[in-house]
């Protein structure tokens, strides 16, 4: 996460990333004073436009507005997300129907199959 920090004695606001536990230790500013954080997320402007969504994204060293923006900016510099392909649970409910249909339809047809040899 980017933190921002804010020293009063030089008036200097500044980022720093570091990770979510480490978000309470404490800051300094290049004068050497003790910057307090901000506690609150500010608003991130890309390009003029407002940017709810956006984050640091540490693999490909740059700010992210949203999946599209991320996966563009992957394409551009030739790298392959990895991880989990889950979008939803109707997609997992769909394809599991799916395999079961399949599969029954196998099973029946080795059932007719043994029928006729019998008869």
Same mark, same amino acid.
């Given at each position: 996460?980017?933190?921002?920090?804010?020293? =009063?004695?030089?008036?200097?606001?500044?980022?720093? *990333? /570091?990770?979510?536990?480490?978000?309470?230790?404490?800051?300094?500013?290049?004068?050497?004073e003790v910057a307090g954080r901000i506690p609150f997320p500010r608003m991130t402007y890309l390009n003029q436009t407002r940017?709810?969504?956006?984050e640091y994204n540490p693999g490909l060293g740059?700010?992210? =507005?949203?999946?599209?923006?991320?996966?563009?900016? *992957? /394409?551009?510099?030739?790298?392959?997300?990895i991880g989990n392909d889950y979008n939803s649970g109707e997609s997992q409910q769909k394809a599991m129907k799916k395999y079961r249909e399949e599969k029954r339809e196998q099973s029946w047809a080795e059932v007719d199959k043994e029928i006729r040899e019998v008869l």
């Open positions: 996460m980017i933190y921002e920090y804010h020293c =009063k004695k030089c008036d200097t606001l500044f980022d720093v *990333a /570091k990770s979510v536990s480490e978000r309470d230790s404490e800051e300094r500013c290049t004068c050497g940017v709810e969504n956006a740059c700010v992210t =507005k949203n999946s599209k923006h991320r996966k563009e900016i *992957a /394409k551009r510099q030739g790298l392959v997300e």
